[in-house]
C-alpha cells in the first residue's frame, strides 16, 4: 500500500505501532514537541503529497495537550497536500460532554467535532463513542468502530459456555451495547437502576432483571473513577450473582479507580488499550487487557482499499 501513510502524535505510540506492525507497513516519520512555554510545535519528515493518511491519536489524559497535537498534526498534513486525511481517534476526550444537561454549559463534545473538522480531517474513525449521536456532530464520514468482538473473545475463554450468564448495563443508557452482548452471549439482560446527584459520585439502587446463581458481566464504554462500576457490582453480588465481571472498552482509571476496582467483588475487569495503560494497571490481577490494534488495522486497511467497514461487525 505505498499511497498509505500512518502518522502518530504523543498520546499513544506503541498502539501506533502495534497497527503498523499488523499492516505491515513503516509508522512515519514526525516530530511532535514542545516548546518551553507549553506550545506544541509539529514537523513532518515524511513526504504525504498525494497520500492517504491517517493519524493515530486518542485524546486521553493529559486531553487538552493531546488534542492540540491532533488538531496541529492534521494543519500540518493538510498544509502538505495529503490526498485524504483521517483522524484515528480510539478515546475521544469530551464525549461526555455531548449535551446541555444544566442550564449555561458548553456541549464541548461538538466543539471538538467542529476543531477536528477545522483543521484538516476528511473523516474520522473512533471507538465505542459514549453517544452514538456524537457522529451527527460532524459534517464528514465518520466510523464508529465496537470494541465488542475482542471483548467477547477474552469473556468467553473465562466464562464457561455451559454456565448461565447475566449482561448488566450499569445504567440506562447502556442497555443497546449490553443487550447486543447478551444476544452474542447467549445471556439475559439486567439494568441497573442508578442515580447520580453529584458529579463521579453514582448510587446504584436496586437491579432490574435476574442475576441470582449467575455469572454477571458488567458492560460499559468508560471506567473513569470506577464508582459507578464497583457501586453496580456490590449491586450485583447483593442480587445472589455468582461471579462478577466487568467488559469495559476505554480504561481511563483516574483517581482512585485502581484501589476501588481491587477491593471490589469483580472477579475481572476485561478492557483495551484505546488508552495507554499504566504499570500499575498492568501490574494489576484484576485487570485484563487486550489490544485493539487488529481491528484498527483492519479498519483502516479497508478504508484505504474503499472496502465495508460495517462487515467487520456482521
Not at 66 to 75: G, R, T, Y
Not at 132 to 145: A, K, T
Amino acid at each position: 500500500m505505498p499511497s498509505l501513510k500512518i502518522l502518530s502524535g504523543n498520546a499513544h505510540p506503541r498502539l501506533a505501532q502495534s497497527i503498523c506492525d499488523y499492516l505491515d507497513v513503516e509508522l512515519g516519520r514526525a516530530d511532535v514537541r514542545n516548546f518551553s512555554d507549553g506550545e506544541v510545535f509539529v514537523e513532518l519528515g515524511d513526504n504525504v503529497r498525494g497520500m492517504d493518511v491517517f493519524v493515530i491519536q486518542p485524546t486521553c489524559r493529559p486531553a487538552n495537550t493531546n488534542l492540540m497535537e491532533l488538531l496541529i498534526l492534521l494543519d500540518a498534513i493538510r498544509r502538505s497536500s495529503a490526498k485524504r486525511i483521517t483522524a484515528v481517534v480510539p478515546y475521544y476526550g469530551y464525549a461526555r460532554q455531548d449535551r446541555k444537561h444544566r442550564a449555561r454549559t458548553p456541549i464541548t463534545a461538538k466543539l471538538v467535532a467542529d476543531l477536528i473538522s477545522a483543521a484538516g480531517a476528511n473523516r474520522v474513525l473512533c471507538m465505542d463513542l459514549h453517544a452514538g449521536q456524537i457522529q451527527g456532530f460532524f459534517n464528514i464520514p465518520v466510523d464508529n468502530l465496537f470494541a465488542m468482538p475482542v471483548l467477547l473473545d477474552e469473556l468467553r475463554q473465562v466464562i464457561p459456555r455451559d454456565e448461565p450468564v447475566t449482561i448488566v448495563s450499569p445504567d440506562a443508557g447502556g442497555v443497546e451495547r449490553a443487550r447486543a452482548f447478551a444476544k452474542r452471549l447467549g445471556g439475559d439482560l439486567a439494568i441497573a437502576d442508578k442515580r447520580r446527584e453529584r458529579e463521579n459520585v453514582a448510587e446504584v439502587l436496586r437491579i432490574v432483571g435476574d442475576v441470582k446463581d449467575r455469572n454477571a458481566v458488567i458492560v460499559d464504554d468508560i471506567v473513569d473513577t470506577a464508582g459507578s462500576l464497583t457501586e453496580c457490582a456490590k449491586a450485583v453480588i447483593k442480587a445472589g450473582a455468582n461471579r462478577v465481571f466487568a467488559a469495559v472498552t476505554h480504561p481511563v482509571l483516574s483517581g482512585p479507580a485502581l484501589k476501588r476496582i481491587e477491593e471490589s467483588g469483580i472477579a475481572q475487569l476485561i478492557t483495551t488499550d484505546s488508552i495507554p495503560i499504566s504499570p500499575e494497571v498492568q501490574g494489576s490481577d484484576r485487570i485484563d487487557v487486550t489490544t485493539i490494534s487488529r481491528l484498527l488495522g483492519e479498519s483502516i486497511r479497508r478504508i484505504h482499499n474503499e472496502e465495508s467497514v460495517s462487515s467487520l461487525f456482521v
